[in-house]
């Protein structure tokens, strides 16, 4: 198994910026990609990021590119979501998730990923 902990989460101004951490543990050998998703309140979770565990085949949610930033630093092992002029409707809780299949996937698909984070809340205010 992989266990994901999150931490970075808060509540910001809009335009601010902040950083998302998310550190695996367990079986990271196994790791294949990471995603970040998010969940707004009464909404779906939708597909935010993506990143393959060697640090390539980075893929963003229309709705981020330009202003998020996946990234991976092999060092502390460890996935980051650089969110910079943050919005309103940013506000959601953002969840990391492991894939650990290898295979062909659909890296925006939610069913794709096997482990998931606890979750960090982020509150953008206008």
């Known amino acids: 198994q992989v266990q994901l902990v999150e931490s970075g989460g808060g509540s910001v101004q809009a335009g601010d910026s902040l950083t998302l951490s998310c550190a695996p543990s367990g079986r990271t050998f196994s790791i294949y990609a990471m995603g970040w998703f998010r969940q707004a309140p009464g909404q779906e979770r939708e597909f935010v990021a993506h990143?393959?565990?060697?640090?390539?085949?980075?893929y963003y949610a229309d709705s981020v590119k330009g202003r998020f930033t996946i990234s991976r630093d092999n060092a502390k092992n460890t996935v980051y979501l650089q969110m910079n002029n943050l919005k309103p409707e940013d506000t959601a809780v953002y969840y990391c998730?492991?894939?650990?299949?290898?295979?062909?996937?659909?890296?925006?698909?939610?069913?794709?990923?096997?482990?998931w984070g606890q979750g960090a809340q982020v509150t953008v205010s206008s």
């Open positions: 990143i393959r565990w060697s640090g390539r085949n980075i």
């Open positions: 998730a492991t894939k650990t299949q290898y295979g062909s996937y659909i890296y925006s698909d939610q069913d794709e990923y096997d482990y």
